[in-house]
């Protein structure tokens, strides 16, 4: 059974940090492209950062340079540093894994965010 839980999310002010973690079970994690998608009220899920290996990374634009995401395999673990928060990046955070060359995705419950003074 395939899990992926989030957690870290929470209420900072504008210009702030939070570190977000999602712990996978369930998957051959190191076969899997790991990723971090938001959904705020309204809008559609988006992509805000997915991840290959260290150096193979991509980013939305609207986080490049603020935000940083990584992964451990040795504890099937990816993270996603954000910096300088803005309220536009006020959602629901979700993690993602897709095998590698397929078309399948896992989802996490997801983690909220909250940019706000």
């Known amino acids: 059974q395939v899990q992926l839980v989030e957690s870290g999310g929470g209420l900072v002010q504008p210009g702030e940090s939070l570190r977000l973690s999602c712990a996978a079970s369930g998957i051959i994690f190191r076969i899997h492209k790991m990723g971090w998608y938001r959904q705020a009220p309204g809008k559609e899920r988006e992509l805000v950062a997915d991840i290959i290996s260290g150096s193979n990374t991509n980013y939305a634009d609207s986080v490049k340079g603020r935000f940083t995401i990584s992964r451990d395999n040795a504890k099937n673990t990816i993270y996603l540093q954000m910096n300088n928060l803005k309220p536009e990046d006020t959602a629901v955070y979700y993690c993602?894994?897709?095998?590698?060359?397929?078309?399948?995705?896992?989802w996490g419950q997801g983690t909220q965010v909250t940019v706000s003074s």
């Open positions: 993602a894994a897709n095998p590698i060359s397929t078309t399948r995705y896992y």
